[in-house]
């Protein structure tokens, strides 16, 4: 797995000598937000620093996560985050490996706001799962603004939560990305 | 009052006792004080890097979710939708710099601003774990000089 993501990393970034290498662009501080809203708790947690980094020409997206950056109010939450249900210490990261469909439509010279479709394999938990979801992509002076909101089911990563607290945690949980990208130059 | 009165009464208040106390200090109980947490591990941050680089599954299981006092030459500070950040670059990579990165305590963003750029600097932090880029760590602190 780690092999494919460096390969994917390599073939979106374009380090073998890409000519084309103006369009990649990148950020380490990509924020993805998980939201639970159950009948008897919400949930939330933040992470600010994850990586992320697309190719304006072929489309290529990927993100890379770190479990135990989720930062949540209260310290039980983030103990149980961590260690109870993403069970961070075995699965310390997550991945979405995807494209853009449509990406040759967007000017990114230009100013502009794009609805997309992304499509890719979302790794979580150690489970890999195909996603599509909509998103926009907005071309603010060179840069790029990415954002997305989804819903996943928790259950489809082989999340399990015991029945004592089955209320306190959707089986759906809300997911918020937020990724203000810049021209890589190397 | 009857004997199983009093003893009802024991429970039910035994019961409401231990309830507020779960509540106040188990379920509410505050985020540590990361920047008087101990550090485990003592390491300098090119050290620290090529641990992870070298076999991170390894790394991973050692420090993750450990304090960590790193130590190095400070390369950059960034501000970053109100987080600063400290960063030991080691290396240049697919992603560009690549190296140690701290999100710092609000507290303490003040302090990094003020922190020279190349200069030997100690920063005390929870590692978070390695993203085939960097290493993170959460909730940095400047150690005192």
């Known amino acids: 797995m780690k092999i494919k993501i460096i390969v994917t990393l390599w073939l979106v970034l374009g380090v073998a000598g890409s000519t084309l290498q103006a369009q990649k662009y990148i950020t380490k501080n990509a924020q993805i937000r998980f939201y ?151 | 009052m009857k004997k199983w009165m009093k003893v009802f009464a024991i429970l039910f208040i035994l019961g409401v006792v231990g309830a507020v106390a779960g509540y106040v200090f188990i379920y509410n109980k505050p985020h540590p004080s990361y920047e008087k947490l101990k550090a485990d591990y003592t390491i300098q941050a090119g050290e620290l890097y090529r641990e992870f680089v070298a076999d991170a599954k390894s790394a991973s299981e050692k420090y993750n979710g450990k304090m960590l006092q790193i130590e190095g030459v400070l390369s950059v500070t960034e501000v970053s939708d109100s987080i600063s950040i400290a960063y030991f670059v080691l290396e240049e990579g697919m992603f560009g710099n690549q190296g140690v990165r701290i999100s710092m305590i609000p507290e303490y963003a003040n302090d990094l601003s003020k922190e020279p750029i190349g200069n030997q600097t100690k920063i005390k932090g929870l590692c978070a774990g390695f993203n085939d880029t960097d290493v993170i760590l959460e909730h940095g602190s400047l150690a005192k000089k």
């Open chain 1, 36 to 186: 639970s809203d159950a009948p008897t708790e919400k949930i939330e947690g933040i992470n600010k620093q994850v990586n992320c980094a697309l190719d304006a020409t072929t489309g290529d997206l990927i993100f890379k996560v770190l479990m135990q950056s989720f930062q949540f109010e209260k310290a039980l939450m983030q103990e149980h985050f961590n260690e109870n249900y993403m069970e961070s210490p075995t699965f310390p990261n997550a991945t979405f490996i995807g494209k853009i469909d449509g990406i040759d439509a967007i000017d990114f010279a230009k100013n502009g706001k794009h609805e997309v479709i992304v499509k890719g394999n979302l790794t979580m938990h150690g489970v890999t799962k195909p996603i599509s979801e909509n998103g926009i992509i907005e071309v603010i002076d060179g840069k790029v603004k990415a954002t997305s909101k989804f819903h996943i089911a928790i259950a489809d990563y082989n999340i399990s939560v015991p029945s004592a607290v089955m209320g306190k945690i959707a089986e759906k949980v809300e997911i918020t990305v937020d990724a203000s990208l810049e021209k890589f130059v190397k």
